[in-house]
């Protein structure tokens, strides 16, 4: 996309007078549709950015049109809200009873689940208010995987916890959380004066897929009266899967879960939950009540703006998740996961067997971290360079991560549509965009200048 075409686009001027509807079309057809990030191409390995399944983008449009606010009041697609958080906690594993809502994505999930560990922890404690809030408030103390999501960090910050009060717990040869040094860090911090209130564990973190232990850190919450939360936005629903089902024995018992079905299961952007083990944890955070605003039954449920920061909210998250989990089915959900796992061991066997590569890390979750093996220079610089050369060739897309120290290419895979063929075609693009450093420069008179 040529910079004065992305110009144009943040400086479209509005006429004195409105234009036919016809014309929106157009200018979808010419200056939006043919320019997306890429993510609805199968050979698109950067992010972990599935491309929408028909049956959720069908749904959208009709929820648009109906367009319910399931924040307040009644309608049906509040409490189709409620029955697809049940399905979503159904799916992971987690029991009866089970609450929560939908986001629009894993961020603000993470968001509502430490906002809600902070206020059960001070609730408990019997400083809720006042200035017992604030002499607690300075000492709460939160850990997470080194690996995990920097939306994790990023919900501290907005529930006002400041980075000193951040404990990134390392990560073993697997980069998996390690309880042995979680529990060490929280008995010093203990023995401080701190106040630890919640633990962060990943299912299946960004960088390398990896799936964090789940009982071993339960019982350390437990026996400290922490919260734990899992952030699930992409493996949230391994235990539906058999292969990865024991990795999350124990999910039963944590007190929230991110999960993220714009990630895992291909509904369109803008849908992500947090389930909530004893949802009335999540309204005590979130349910501020007002005069203009109450519910016409003594008995009616809590609505779904008491369990988030959201009060007017889109009813096209349910409807579309809904349309998505309907038509895969149970099975279909188990058989979606399967196929990119399937895939991902493919494109590890074949980084393995290429001799100009390294696979370096990944899984359980669908996900290659590899290294070029011949590099040119500094290996870092290489794989950077390498990484924008297979995106600027348009055929393939892929990025670095860093891992262990080092910046690193990542394959992930979260497109329905991909295939072996498109896991090929990575691998020649990536060793063709490397073979470009082989190459002599090309002859010129000119004498060489010192680029500015
Ligand atoms: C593990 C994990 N948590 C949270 C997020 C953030 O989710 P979202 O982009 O939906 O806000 C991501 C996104 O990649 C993620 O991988």
């Known amino acids: 996309m040529s910079p004065s075409r992305r110009a144009r686009l943040r400086e479209v001027p509005l006429a004195r007078t409105g234009a036919e509807l016809g014309g929106v079309l157009d200018f979808v057809r010419e200056e939006i549709a043919p320019f997306p990030t890429g ?6 390995f950067a992010w972990v ?26 309608n049906a697609l509040m409490d189709l809200e409620r029955g697809t958080v049940r399905t979503l906690a159904d799916l992971a594993g987690l029991p009866d009873g089970t609450g929560g809502v939908l986001t629009s994505g894993g961020s603000m999930a993470n968001l509502l689940a430490l906002a809600t560990a902070r206020t059960w922890f001070l609730t408990r404690r019997g400083s809720g208010d006042g200035p017992a809030y604030d002499r607690d408030h300075a000492r709460l103390t939160l850990y997470y995987s080194a690996q995990a999501h920097m939306s994790v960090a990023k919900a501290a910050a907005c529930i006002g916890l400041p980075a000193h009060r951040l404990r990134p717990i390392p990560t073993d040869a697997h980069d998996r959380l390690e309880p042995a040094a979680l529990r060490a860090t929280v008995t010093a911090d203990l023995d401080a004066g701190l106040l630890p209130f919640c633990a962060v564990t990943t299912l299946g973190s960004t960088a390398t897929g990896a799936v964090d232990p789940l009982e071993a850190v ?9 919260w734990h939360h899992a952030d699930g936005a992409w493996g949230g629903l391994g235990a539906a899967v058999p ?52 519910a016409g039954e003594p008995d009616a449920l809590p609505w779904l703006s008491h369990a988030t920061v959201e009060l007017t909210r889109p009813g096209t998250r349910a409807l579309a998740l809904w349309a998505t989990l309907h038509h895969l089915g149970r099975d279909g959900v188990t058989t979606l996961i399967e196929h990119y796992l399937t895939l991902a061991d493919q494109l590890r066997d074949k980084i393995s067997t290429q001799p100009r590569l390294e696979l370096l890390a990944g899984g359980p979750w669908p996900v290659a971290c590899f290294r070029i093996t011949d590099p040119v220079g500094d290996p870092d610089a290489l794989h950077a360079r390498v990484a924008h050369r297979v995106q600027a060739a348009g055929r393939a897309y892929l990025a670095t991560v860093s891992v262990r120290g ?24 990536v060793l063709h965009a490397a073979d470009a450093d082989h190459q002599p420069p090309p002859v010129t008179n000119e004498q060489p200048t010192h680029r500015r």
């Open 49 to 74: 950015n599935s491309p929408p399944a028909p049956a959720g983008l069908i749904a959208e449009l009709l929820a648009g049109a109906v367009n319910a606010t399931c924040g307040m009041g009644e």
């Open 243 to 294: 292969a990865l089902a024991p990795l999350y024995q124990g999910i039963g018992g944590i007190d929230s879960l991110t999960v993220d079905p714009h990630k895992t299961l291909s509904v369109p952007v803008g849908c992500g939950a947090l389930l909530v083990r004893d949802s009335e944890h999540l309204h005590t955070a979130f349910a501020h009540r007002a005069s203009y605003l109450t």
């Open 406 to 429: 080092h910046t690193v290419l990542r394959a992930c895979l979260c497109n329905y549509r991909t295939t072996t063929d498109d896991l090929d075609l990575l691998i020649r693009e």
């Open 218 to 226: 339960t019982d350390l919450c437990r026996s400290v009266g922490m």
């Open 39 to 44: 993510n609805g191409h199968p050979a698109f």
